[in-house]
């Protein structure tokens, strides 16, 4: 019990430390440049902002799509069927700066400080391929994300993404939040399996509210993934994307963040210039 009553007041404690630090450092956000605070605000108030890469204008742009059109190829080489669970094919790609850079560039940097009210910790960049499934599991239940408070990531498309591929989805936060009642039965459901399948959701959320993200290559979808209940859909055809990860410095729990730079998956074998790249330390820090 002693121990119980300890862990509560640690954890109160941590989180009132937090929140001081948070108030504290949103004297000092970066300015953003025009019609960034657009982005801000919608992720503020919904969870989740869509753009595309030619909007964001970003200069390292070439050259990550450069890099990660090369890799895709040597990606889903195996046979799949349908009619199995089939794990996406994962490179962790951080070290390669093509694709590091690209993550790093300050204008991103500056809209998810502005939107944490916290320094930014980069934790790392995914090259995701996902294949065919029937069923659900993993990242196609629905879930929320507990690496930090705040969880940003950016998604982007590599490949058109239609039903057939299935996109990210999400329920609006105005069925969600912690102000509703669903917000509890859902925790309480996703606490006993780490997730839930549509079927469950359906009797809490109707399916009419879900909000489905199709898009064309090039799509961005920047979101809060640890407040959005959000995953992946069922899919007749594969899906190419990056995942680009974020959470505030430091994260609530950093051992969660480390997949993005260690070993859990590969990485793909090609020539690294890794010289400006500080990896194998989580969480990187940017401000």
């Not at 450092?25 to 902002?49: E, F, M, Q, S, T």
């Not at 889903?76 to 390669?96: C, F, H, K, R, W």
């Not at 990056?242 to 994260?251: D, K």
Request: aromatic letters at 10%.
């Amino acid at each position: 019990m002693l121990a119980v009553i300890q862990e509560k007041i640690g954890s109160l404690r941590s989180e009132l430390n937090y929140r001081l630090a948070r108030r504290e450092h949103a004297k000092k956000l970066p300015a953003l440049v025009a019609g960034d605070r657009i982005i801000v605000d919608a992720l503020k108030r919904d969870g989740i902002y869509i753009t595309n890469l030619d909007q964001l204008g970003l200069d390292s742009t070439p050259q990550l799509l450069n890099a990660a059109y090369s890799l895709l190829p040597s990606m889903g080489t195996n046979n799949y069927s349908s009619s199995a669970q089939n794990p996406p094919e994962i490179y962790t790609v951080t070290e390669l700066p093509s694709f590091y850079n690209w993550g790093k560039e300050e204008r991103l940097i500056n809209i998810i400080e502005n939107y944490l009210s916290f320094p930014v910790a980069y934790h790392g960049v995914h090259l995701r391929k996902d294949f065919a499934n029937e069923d659900q599991f993993a990242t196609l239940l629905w879930h929320r994300d507990v690496e930090d408070r705040q969880v940003i990531k950016i998604i982007v498309y590599l490949s058109d993404v239609e039903a057939k591929h299935g996109p990210f989805e999400y329920v609006p936060l105005s069925y969600t939040s912690v102000y509703q009642p669903n917000y509890y039965r859902i925790r309480r459901q996703i606490h006993k399996s780490a997730g839930m399948n549509d079927e469950k959701l359906n009797q809490i959320v109707p399916k009419s509210a879900w909000k489905s993200c199709p898009g064309k290559a090039g799509t961005v979808i920047l979101s809060d993934t640890r407040r959005l209940l959000h995953h992946g859909t069922l899919r007749t055809e594969e899906r190419s994307t990056l995942f680009f990860a974020y959470t505030a410095n430091p994260p609530k729990q950093p051992k969660l963040c480390t997949h993005f730079w260690d070993d859990t998956y590969p990485k793909p074998n090609v020539n690294r210039d890794s010289a400006n790249v500080q990896v194998g330390k989580s969480p990187i820090s940017i401000k």
